[in-house]
Structures are given as structure tokens and as C-alpha cells.
T-cell receptor, first 115, second 112 residues
Framework: KAGVTQTPRYLIKTRGQQVTLSCSPISGHRSVSWYQQTPGQGLQFLFEYFSETQRNKGNFPGRFSGRQFSNSRSEMNVSTLELGDSALYLC??????????????FGPGTRLTVL | DQQVKQNSPSLSVQEGRISILNCDYTNSMFDYFLWYKKYPAEGPTFLISISSIKDKNEDGRFTVFLNKSAKHLSLHIVPSQPGDSAVYFCAAREGGSEKLVFGKGTKLTVNP
């Protein structure tokens, strides 16, 4: 099976712009989660989508949003970019269908730099 | 408030010896724990997991131990190999949720 793919891999934006990142989960996986990794805060949970519905949300401002399509692919959007949004954004997928001990498998990430 | 803590930012061991990475947690609702390995500029790679109903799980050179009363888990790598050099993250999950809470990671260096 192909793994989790994320596009683009690298992105440079300026403050105030918005950005959209994309994630394609492993075939058959219906749950997609997003994480932000920064040197200071480590890996932090943004949100999780399952069957096109947001099931769980972390403590991030409303500038961070996401959605999931019927084919389980997901996008996340960050509006009004700030310098502090520079980070590695990671997507993870799992079957998500109620299997209690599902592992999450991560994509390679999108490195976002805000200038 | 950090619910998952990895108190050692780095660890250095000799090839062939045992590597022990530690993780503590505070949330008693966590019932599933995972270890991930991460190289720079790559996503975390799943290594091994353990549910709260067990106290040990083995997979090849990797063994995870869980001490629920102490809210402590550890990852043992035996024997350690230079290719194991990476950052190791401990993560925890609560009651069927997909949300993972991560520790800050421990950088393992295995010297030849």
C-alpha cells in the first residue's frame, strides 16, 4: 500500500497570506489527523476528520481550519499567516472505524516558512 | 501543562548495548501508548505500541514496558544499532480518541 502523501513538501509564504496544505491518507483509511511540529512546542494536535466530519480539535486559533472530502483526502488551511506559524505540518491517517487500538501513520510533512 | 514528558532530551549509547528511553504521563485516562521514531525532515514512523491492559509488548529488538501505577513507560532497544540514531517520541491516547499527545522527544545517538 502507498503511504500517506502530503503536498507540497515545502512552502514559503509572507505574513498575512493564507495557505492550503493537502493530505492523501493510506487507501482504506478514513481518519485523518493534522499535527504541527515546532522546536519549542513539539508535536501538537490540530484536528481530526473522519467521514468528512471534524471529530476532535486541538487548542489552535480559528485561523487554522480543515476539511475532508468523500475520498478521505484532507486539506488544512491557515489564514492570515503569522511568523509563528512556521512549522512542519504533519498529516496522519488511521482506519478510524472504531478499532480501539489503531496506530496512526504519518506522512513526510509540509515545511511551511512564513517570512 | 505537559501531559506526556520525556525528561531526557538526548541519550548516547554504544552499538550493541541496550538503549532505554523513558516517558512519564500524568493523565490517568490515557489507555494506549505508542512510540515513534523520527528522522529530520521526515514524518514520524510508528515503532511499537502498548495498551493499558498489558505491561509489556515486544517486537523484535524493541520492547515497551508500561507501569500504570507509576504512570511510566519505557522503550528498550536491544541490541542498539547505528541506524537507530533518531529522535524518539512517546505518545499517548485516551479512550478511543484518535488524538495523540506527544512528549518532546529524546534524541538517541548510537555510536559505532
Amino acid at each position: 500500500k502507498a503511504g500517506v502523501t502530503q503536498t507540497p513538501r515545502y512552502l514559503i509564504k509572507t505574513r498575512g497570506q493564507q495557505v492550503t496544505l493537502s493530505c492523501s491518507p493510506i487507501s482504506g483509511h478514513r481518519s485523518v489527523s493534522w499535527y504541527q511540529q515546532t522546536p519549542g512546542q513539539g508535536l501538537q494536535f490540530l484536528f481530526e476528520y473522519f467521514s468528512e466530519t471534524q471529530r476532535n480539535k486541538g487548542n489552535f486559533p480559528g485561523r487554522f481550519s480543515g476539511r475532508q472530502f468523500s475520498n478521505s483526502r484532507s486539506e488544512m488551511n491557515v489564514s492570515t499567516l503569522e511568523l509563528g506559524d512556521s512549522a512542519l505540518y504533519l498529516c496522519a491517517s488511521s482506519p478510524g472505524g472504531g478499532g480501539y487500538y489503531n496506530e496512526q501513520f504519518f506522512g513526510p510533512g509540509t515545511r511551511l516558512t512564513v517570512l | 501543562d505537559q501531559q506526556v514528558k520525556q525528561n531526557s532530551p538526548s541519550l548516547s549509547v554504544q552499538e550493541g548495548r541496550i538503549s532505554i528511553l523513558n516517558c512519564d504521563y500524568t493523565n490517568s485516562m490515557f489507555d494506549y501508548f505508542l512510540w515513534y521514531k523520527k528522522y529530520p525532515a521526515e514524518g514520524p514512523t510508528f515503532l511499537i505500541s502498548i495498551s493499558s491492559i498489558k505491561d509489556k509488548n515486544e517486537d523484535g529488538r524493541f520492547t515497551v514496558f508500561l507501569n500504570k501505577s507509576a504512570k511510566h513507560l519505557s522503550l528498550h532497544i536491544v541490541p542498539s544499532q547505528p541506524g537507530d540514531s533518531a529522535v524518539y517520541f512517546c505518545a499517548a491516547r485516551e479512550g478511543g480518541s484518535e488524538k495523540l499527545v506527544f512528549g518532546k522527544g529524546t534524541k538517541l545517538t548510537v555510536n559505532p
